[in-house]
């Protein structure tokens, strides 16, 4: 158990659809990142929060959106959904901002978009 | 462009050695990782190397040669809870994974 929750756990909506994905990070971790890991494409790093603020994107589409809140947790927003959205999403968190951290991986939620 | 590359598959006996490689292209270089995963299962942190050389730690471990974009992880003594995915990931503004290498270890 890596101390990062995310919920849910499974998901299985249908296209044009809307979704919101949460993650805790581990107590004392400023960063979360967030990632999309699908068959074909490996993991793909979407985007990071420090401390509430945006710190690094990655290839994370306009139709994704997320926020890192003031007691740390993170949402992640999936709009207008395609079939290609299905995927795992990981949550990590890490203590610090910089490159040399440790990430430690939530479980992950797996979208299932119909 | 940004390019990390690692072999797809790789497969090793039990109680042998492996190496697996990982080459990357990246614009700007500020650390490389290694990661393993299960499959279904989040990855974890197995490395960090961030100057040239090895990084030892018991089982494994990681080499990095920045002037050669390279980087490989050798496991030693392999059981077979080693059979799992291995992703290489290099940080300069963002963190980038290769696809990752899925090694089966035979009894």
């Known amino acids: 158990d890596s101390g990062v929750t995310q919920t849910p756990k499974h998901l299985i909506t249908a296209t044009g659809q809307r979704v919101t994905l949460r993650c805790s990070p581990r107590?004392?971790?400023?960063?979360v990142y967030w990632y999309q890991q699908s068959l074909d494409q490996g993991l793909q790093f979407l985007i990071q929060y420090y401390n509430g603020e945006e710190r690094a994107k990655g290839n994370i589409l306009e139709r994704f959106s997320a926020q890192q809140f003031p007691d740390l947790h993170s949402e992640l927003n999936l709009s207008s959904l395609e079939l290609g959205d299905s995927a795992l999403y990981f949550c990590?968190?890490?203590?610090?901002?910089?490159?040399?951290?440790?990430?430690?991986f939530g479980p992950g939620t797996r979208l299932t978009v119909t | 462009g940004q390019n990390i590359d690692q072999p797809t598959e790789m497969t090793a006996t039990e109680g042998a050695i492996v190496q697996i490689n990982c080459t990357y292209q990246?614009?700007?270089?500020?650390?490389l990782f290694w990661y393993q995963q299960h499959a279904g299962e989040a990855p974890t942190f197995l490395s960090y190397?961030?100057?040239?050389g090895l990084e030892e730690k018991g089982r494994f471990s990681s080499f990095l040669s920045r002037s050669k974009g390279y980087s490989y992880l050798l496991l030693k003594e392999l059981q077979m809870k080693d059979s799992a995915s291995y992703l290489c990931a290099v940080r300069d503004d963002k963190i980038i994974f290769g696809k990752g290498t899925r090694l089966h270890i035979l009894p």
């Open positions: 107590s004392g971790d400023l960063s």
């Open positions: 190397n961030v100057l040239d």
């Open positions: 990246t614009s700007g270089f500020n650390g």
């Open positions: 990590a968190s890490s203590v610090g901002a910089a490159s040399s951290y440790e990430q430690y």
